[in-house]
């Protein structure tokens, strides 16, 4: 997949393989444990394991860094 800036002039490519997902996925996926975070902050729980959320903060970041080319 390739970016551009808003002047057309392209930026790069992003790291985006077949069976990967984009951001708006991964960027749902967060929301969903960040909802269940504060749920269980407020019910007085212990929090989830981050793992996962890190996992897919991971992900993000691969995603999104665009490659020379």
């Known amino acids: 997949m390739t970016t551009s800036r808003r002047d057309g002039t392209q930026i ?4 985006v393989q077949p069976g990967m997902r984009d ?3 991964i960027d749902a996926d967060l929301r969903v444990i960040a909802t269940a975070r504060a749920f269980c902050r407020r019910a007085g ?3 989830p394991d ?3 959320a890190d ?3 991971d992900e993000r970041i691969y995603v999104q ?3 020379c080319g």
């Open 12 to 15: 790069g490519t992003l790291n």
């Open 55 to 57: 996992e897919l903060l």
């Open 65 to 67: 860094t665009p490659t």
């Open 50 to 52: 981050f793992a996962p």
């Open 23 to 25: 951001i708006d996925a």
């Open 45 to 47: 729980w212990p929090p």
